[in-house]
């Protein structure tokens, strides 16, 4: 009832006496100012005014069902669910009647490593454009000039005339999310992509299982999950939960990379898929604990072939994870048929050489179903010989020289030991995560060039469905700024304000993203009524 009578007099007062005023932002905020940084930003004082029912969205170039779906999107996150306001605005208010969307290529089905997120954005005091070369790029544009539109004293739509020339500093900017440990829900995994879509973060990469539990449901290996999940009908990801993840952030300009960490971390692959890990042994006899996976025999080979060549019909990105990281010897070490075998082939007691002997194997056969890795860099710092496009993960402490080396040897990479968001404690910490920076390392500008960019990690011990998005966000958008923004874009006090800014445009948008920085306010809270 109140609020109706509100309404009606905010409808009153714009049908009499809308003009254009100053905003007032809470303190310490920016009003409509864009995160991540833009590579070239300007804005200008002309303000101008959006109406919310007739403002257009319009395709002036090519389309295609991304773009279709982006523009109902979007219209929906600049002006929220709730009814239009009314208003006849005083002859010296500028309004803006449209927003001209300028694909100039046909779009690309899948993101890709390869992708092209350039765009401009053009916003004079009559009209707006947005081009881009590619459907990627005005997935970019349109999240940057939702982010330019913000509310007048009187709950109008405002914008100032602005000039964007954009692009990515690094091509993938991902997040790890773990769903082995703890089992995150579908809807909680959309709503991650969602904030990373309004962060130009492009890679969800999914590190889906692990020894605690094996929740990704095979088709041809149902087994797996049957015995190796939580719970195998509703601790599961079915082919279609897959498939719904991969279409939500594939519209968002998202790819979806999984991971499937081998030969170390694979407790839970062994419960449904018998003679697959070593066994381990104590005076001589098998003791009924199992350890890695056992390299020696060749149907591991055979399995793993038959479960990658799925993977990769599955998934439509070109890499997978493959992992290789903190694989322990001292089960290869109890077992009597491995110690055979390793004098057999010439390598006695070299227990690296055994893990490099999978690898290679391992690799080979992705080689063989022409498909791209990531790994970790321990599979490297083994001496493993990895194709020249295989990208390397570094996250262990002293990444700046493991950086140096890894380029060094001509491979590509990405970073994330100083991005371990799972890790918290008490007071802001974002500033810590804003400093780092992935070329901060002796080498060449081609050594510089062979970073591709960086993940944040969010391991799963001590989250689930609950708190995960709010442990993420908003500290999460200082790793996007650092890898999306300028080098040169890195002062934490200039950011502050609109890093601010930004966690109150997520939580209007319905993320629950938690407090940066101590005491103070949006002005639309969680959840309230706009
Ligand atoms: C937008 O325009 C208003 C009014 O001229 C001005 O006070 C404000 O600083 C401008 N904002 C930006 C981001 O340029
Ligand atoms: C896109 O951005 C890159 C810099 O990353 C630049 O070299 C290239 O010319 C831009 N392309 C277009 C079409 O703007
Ligand atoms: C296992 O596979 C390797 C490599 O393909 C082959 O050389 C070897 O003979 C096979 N061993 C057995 C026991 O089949
Ligand atoms: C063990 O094998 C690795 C290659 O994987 C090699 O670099 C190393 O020198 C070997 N160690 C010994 C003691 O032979």
């Not at 914008?159 to 440990?181: E, M, Y």
Request: hydrophobic fraction near 35%; aromatic fraction near 12%; charge should be neutral.
């Amino acid at each position: 009832m109140h609020r109706c009578l509100t309404v009606l007099l905010i409808v009153a007062f714009f049908e009499s006496h809308l003009s254009v005023e100053a905003v007032n932002a809470p303190p310490g905020q920016t009003l409509g100012q864009p995160w991540p940084m833009p590579q070239s930003y300007q804005s200008y004082p002309d303000l101008l005014l959006l109406n919310s029912a007739t403002f257009n969205l319009s395709p002036v170039g090519h389309s295609c069902d991304i773009l279709q779906d982006a523009i109902r999107r979007y219209r929906l996150i600049i002006f929220g669910p709730s009814n239009a306001l009314k208003f006849r605005p005083k002859s010296n208010v500028n309004v803006l009647a449209n927003l001209d969307v300028n694909l100039m290529n046909e779009c690309e089905k899948y993101p890709s490593l390869e992708m092209k997120e350039n765009y401009t954005l053009t916003v004079t005091s009559s009209t707006a454009n947005l081009a881009s070369p590619t459907i990627w790029g005005i997935l970019r544009g349109l999240e940057t000039f939702s982010q330019l539109v913000y509310r007048g004293n009187y709950g109008e739509f405002l914008l100032n005339a602005t000039k964007i020339v954009d692009f990515p500093r690094f091509s993938h900017r991902g997040v790890l999310l773990d769903t082995s440990r703890h089992y995150l829900s579908k809807e909680v995994i959309k709503e991650n992509i969602e904030a990373m879509a309004y962060n130009k973060m492009n890679v969800f990469h999914w590190h889906i299982v692990d020894d605690q539990s094996f929740p990704y449901q095979s088709r041809k290996y149902p087994k797996l999950s049957d015995e190796g999940a939580y719970n195998r009908f509703t601790h599961i990801y079915t082919q279609n939960d897959v498939a719904e993840i991969i279409e939500f952030a594939r519209v968002r300009g998202i790819r979806v990379i999984p991971e499937y960490d081998t030969p170390g971390h694979s407790q839970s692959w062994g419960k449904g898929q018998k003679g697959l890990l070593t066994e381990c042994y104590s005076q001589g006899k098998p003791n009924g604990n199992f350890g890695p996976i056992n390299p020696i025999v060749n149907t591991t080979y055979t399995f793993l072939e038959g479960f990658f060549s799925e993977v990769q019909q599955v998934f439509p990105d070109k890499y997978t994870h493959m992992g290789g990281d903190e694989v322990s010897f001292d089960c290869w070490k109890s077992n009597p048929d491995i110690t055979k075998f390793m004098q057999q082939h010439g390598f006695p007691g070299n227990y690296s050489r055994l893990e490099q002997y999978y690898e290679q194997r391992l690799l080979n056969i992705m080689a063989k179903l022409n498909a791209g890795y990531i790994i970790w860099q321990e599979v490297v710092d083994n001496g493993v010989k990895v194709r020249p496009d295989t990208v390397v993960e570094i996250w262990k402490g002293g990444y700046q020289d493991e950086l140096a080396k890894v380029t060094k040897k001509g491979l590509r990479t990405i970073l994330s030991s100083c991005w371990y968001l799972n890790y918290i404690s008490y007071g802001g910490d974002w500033t810590k995560y804003y400093s780092c920076d992935p070329w901060d390392f002796e080498g060449t500008a081609e050594q510089k060039n062979l970073v591709i960019g960086g993940e944040s990690c969010m391991w799963g011990e001590y989250v689930d469905s609950t708190n995960v998005i709010s442990r993420l966000w908003p500290r999460n958008s200082a790793v996007a700024e650092r890898l999306w923004s300028a080098q040169s874009v890195k002062n934490p006090d200039k950011a502050k304000p609109r890093i601010e800014e930004n966690r109150c445009r997520m939580i209007r948008r319905g993320i629950r993203a938690e407090p940066l920085s101590g005491p103070g306010f949006c002005s639309q809270e969680f959840n309230s009524i706009p």
